[in-house]
T-cell receptor
């Protein structure tokens, strides 16, 4: 029940295209859903996060879409750039004393110039 | 975002030796510290959670006597890999969290190679 399933495992997009990464969860107690970007040899960096009381959140070229009934959320990267090439992780967390993040398996995004 | 540092950024050691990794939260007080391990092309795996001044809680399968965690202050936590073996070679990442803080930040990671 703690799993977060992420797809696809890898994604290749042309420059200027839209990159879409999907995640699904089972635990309905999750109430915080962040996305992290990680470059090789670096720690993950927070991109954008959402709570289940909203269906969409946009920050610049990055948008999270959230479907509470389907228990799914996705990251959309508009106008993808070669500099966006990285590994992206979705995550989920239950508020409370533990507050540990449960991570998806990651998506390696390559944006071709 | 918050500033988190780790030292060293990479370390090579011989099998059987111990290695200490430091994690510092530079601009906030971390009441909770998470330590993760990441193998190549894999996701982050939580190793242990520690609260300042308390003993760490280890995830299933993580040996507490091998991975010693100290969280003696609100700005510093250390992970010591004792009697390291080649299978301990990995990328270790800390993540400090302040009480009531929603956003979780991560350190830059420490690459450990055990020969």
């Amino acid at each position: 029940q703690q799993q977060v399933k992420q797809s696809p495992q890898s994604l290749i997009v042309q420059k200027g295209g839209i990159s879409i990464i999907n995640c699904a969860y089972e635990n309905t107690a999750f109430d915080y859903f962040p996305w992290y970007q990680q470059f090789p040899g670096k720690g993950p960096a927070l991109l954008i996060a959402i709570r289940p009381d909203v269906s969409e959140k946009k920050e610049g070229r990055f948008t999270i879409s959230f479907n509470k009934s389907a228990k799914q959320f996705s990251l959309h990267i508009m106008d993808s750039q070669p500099g966006d090439s990285a590994t992206y992780f979705c995550a989920a967390r239950v508020s409370g004393s533990a507050r540990q993040l449960t991570f998806g398996s990651g998506t390696q995004l390559t944006v071709l110039p | 975002g918050a500033v988190v540092s780790q030292h060293p950024s990479w370390v090579i050691c011989k099998s059987g030796t111990s290695v200490k990794i430091e994690c510092r939260s530079l601009d906030f007080q971390a009441t909770t510290m998470f330590w993760y391990r990441q193998f190549p092309k894999q996701s982050l795996m939580l190793m242990a959670t520690s609260n300042e001044g308390s003993k760490a809680t280890y995830e299933q399968g993580v040996e507490k006597d091998k991975f010693l965690i100290n969280h003696a202050s609100l700005t510093l936590s250390t992970l010591t890999v004792t009697s390291a073996h080649p299978e301990d070679s990995s990328f270790y990442i800390c993540s400090p969290l302040a009480g009531g803080q929603e956003t979780q930040y991560f350190g830059p990671g420490t690459r450990l190679l055990v020969l």
